[in-house]
């Protein structure tokens, strides 16, 4: 059994990220995963400056999402951020988007990304150490 860490963040409709029907565009939901990924950084202390601070960069190298309702200028949206520790040197976040004012689910999605040397782009193939005191402070197995 994986186990998991979740946050949970509030993100406002802006009306930049509206066609002009009112409805979001579809790329901008890719963007309130970020928005989950920075809350799960602030709230478990895994930010990407301490990836860098440690020398390292973690690109995606997948994300997909699933769309179920669209969302509107002037909704507001949870963004549930769901971390699956792995023994693979990848991080796996899995999204579900919520309408705010109804509870209705708008969107899933999940994305990987690897560990990279910030200098030669070597990619890692081991958990950094660093990366792995982070789970172990977290309660997370190795």
């Given at each position: 059994?994986?186990?998991?860490?979740?946050?949970?963040?509030?993100?406002?409709?802006?009306?930049?990220?509206?066609?002009?029907?009112?409805?979001?565009?579809?790329?901008?939901?890719?963007?309130?995963?970020?928005?989950?990924?920075?809350?799960?950084?602030?709230?478990?202390?895994?930010t990407y400056?301490?990836?860098?601070?440690?020398?390292?960069?973690?690109?995606?190298?997948?994300?997909?999402?699933?769309y179920?309702?669209?969302?509107?200028?002037?909704?507001?949206v949870?963004?549930?951020?769901?971390?699956?520790?792995?023994?693979?040197?990848?991080?796996?976040?899995?999204?579900?988007?919520?309408?705010?004012?109804?509870?209705?689910?708008?969107?899933?999605?999940?994305?990987?990304q690897?560990?990279?040397?910030?200098?030669?782009?070597?990619?890692?193939?081991?958990?950094?150490?660093?990366?792995e005191?982070?789970?172990?402070?977290?309660?997370?197995?190795?």
């Amino acid at each position: 059994m994986h186990k998991t860490l979740t946050v949970r963040t509030e993100v406002p409709v802006r009306f930049n990220e509206a066609d002009p029907l009112g409805i979001v565009w579809h790329g901008h939901y890719i963007r309130y995963f970020e928005d989950g990924r920075e809350a799960f950084g602030a709230q478990y202390g895994l930010t990407y400056l301490d990836f860098y601070k440690n020398g390292l960069v973690v690109p995606i190298v997948n994300i997909d999402c699933s769309y179920k309702k669209p969302l509107r200028y002037g909704d507001k949206v949870i963004v549930e951020t769901t971390y699956h520790n792995l023994k693979a040197a990848k991080i796996l976040f899995k999204y579900k988007l919520f309408h705010a004012q109804n509870g209705d689910l708008v969107a899933t999605g999940s994305s990987v990304q690897v560990f990279l040397d910030h200098k030669t782009n070597h990619l890692h193939l081991n958990n950094p150490s660093f990366f792995e005191s982070w789970k172990h402070k977290n309660g997370l197995p190795a």
